[in-house]
C-alpha cells in the first residue's frame, strides 16, 4: 500500500506538470563516483599508517602504499569533495544562502540542516522533516548576481555515510529544478551510492536568482520514511582565465594588458582556415583564484593561467588539467602539458616548454569570453582559447 500510495503521488505530479509545459528529462551523464565503506576504512588506515611512522618520515614507497588506500593528498578526507586544489568553487562560484521547506530534529551530535547539502563533503546530508516520503519538499540556493555559470549539477543520493544509513534511509528518485520559480528540469537519479553529474546549458543571472529542488519520487528505505540527500554541488563555467599584466596581441600589432580588454576591441584571432583575422571583444569575465600555473619557455617567455586553460600545443589543444578543461565547449578530449612540449606562436614557430610552477595564492584573473570571429587570441605570444568556443569557428592551426 506504502508503494502504491507514493507512486499515485509521483504520477499525479508529474501529470500535472506535463500539462502545464514540457520539461526536460535528464540523467546522469559521464562515471559515477561510488562511495563505499571499504573506501572509507582504507583512506582511514592510509592516514593512521603516516601518523604512526610520522609524516615527516615517509618515503616514496610509502606515499605509493597509501595511494594504492586511495589516500589524496588534497583531501582532508574520504568525505571530502572538493579538497585544497582548484575548482569552480575558487572562481567565487555557489550559493550565497540555503533555505528548504523542512527539516528532521538534530539527533544527539547529528543534525539534518539543509546547509548540510553544500558543505562540500559526503557525509552531512539533509534530511526533510515531515511525515512520510516528503514528496514535495525543497531545498533552494539563492546566487548572487553574475555568479560564476553553472554547467553541471552535482547529487549525491540519500544518506551516504554507511551502507546500512544508505539502505536505511529513502533517498530521491525524481527531483524537480525550478530557476527563479520557473520549472527547468526533472533530474532522474540513480538509486546508488554515488556522486552522480547532471549537464545543463551554462546558466547564470545578472540579478540575484535562485535555484530550487524538489522531491517528486522516493526509492523507499527499508527501516525509515525519511528522505535524504547528502549533497547538492556545482561545476561550470568562468574558471579558465590569466594573470593581470598577460600581454594581449590586439589586430594592428599593438598589445594590450589583459586586465586593459575592453568590450569592442579588436584582437588578433585566427578563422576557421588559420587565416589571422581582426576580431572583436564581445565579452570578458574577471574571476578570483586560489591556483595559478607558470610556464617558462625557452626564450624566456612566461605566461600565468589556471591549470584548465587551453593552449595551442605542437599536438593541439592542451592543458595542465585537461580533466577540468572538458567543462567547455570543444575541449572534451585535449592533451596534458609537460615540460618539453612545444607551442605554437602566431607567425607559426614554436616554443619549447622548460618549466612548470604552481602557485596557491588567491589572484583575479581575467579572460576574453567571447569574440566576434574565431576562438583564439594571442596571451604573451602563446595561442590560447577563448572561453566560449564555437565548434564551428574552430581553427585547423
Known sequence: MKKLTIAAIALCVLTMTANAQEIKNLYPKGKNIYLTDKGAADYDKAIAFAKKKGWDKLTESDFEYMAKLGYDETHSSYWDIVGEGCSW???DGGPIKITASSRLKSQGK????????????????W???????????WVEYTFKANNPRITEIHVVNGYVKSQAAWKNNSRVKRLKVYVNGQPLAILNLEDSRSDQTFEIEPLTFKQQW???????????????????????????????CLAPGTKITMADGTFKNIEDIELGDQVL????????????????AIVKHCNLITYTFADGTTLTATTDHPLRTANGWASYAPEK?????????????????????????????VAISLSHEVSETYTI?????????????????????????????
Open 127 to 137: 534530511v526533510e522533516g515531515v511525515k512520510g516520503y516528503g514528496i514535495g519538499q
Open 210 to 240: 535562485t535555484m530550487r529542488f524538489e522531491i517528486l519520487e522516493v526509492y523507499e528505505g527499508d527501516k525509515f520514511d525519511d528522505t535524504a540527500l547528502s549533497e547538492i554541488y556545482f561545476n561550470g563555467l568562468d574558471v579558465h
Open 89 to 91: 568553487y575558487c572562481g
Open 269 to 284: 584571432s585566427f578563422d576557421k582556415a588559420g587565416k589571422s583575422v581582426a576580431a572583436t571583444v564581445e565579452e570578458t
Open 325 to 353: 578543461s572538458a567543462n567547455y565547449k570543444g575541449f572534451d578530449n585535449i592533451n596534458k602539458i609537460q615540460v618539453g612540449d612545444s607551442f605554437e606562436t602566431p607567425d607559426g614557430n614554436m616554443l619549447k616548454l
Open 110 to 125: 547529528n543534525d539534518y540542516n539543509e546547509k548540510n547539502l553544500h558543505d562540500l563533503m559526503y557525509n552531512t546530508p
Open 369 to 397: 569570453v567571447r569574440l566576434s570571429q574565431g576562438n583564439t587570441f594571442i596571451a604573451n605570444g602563446i595561442i590560447t582559447a577563448v572561453e566560449e568556443l564555437n565548434p564551428e569557428l574552430a581553427t585547423t592551426r
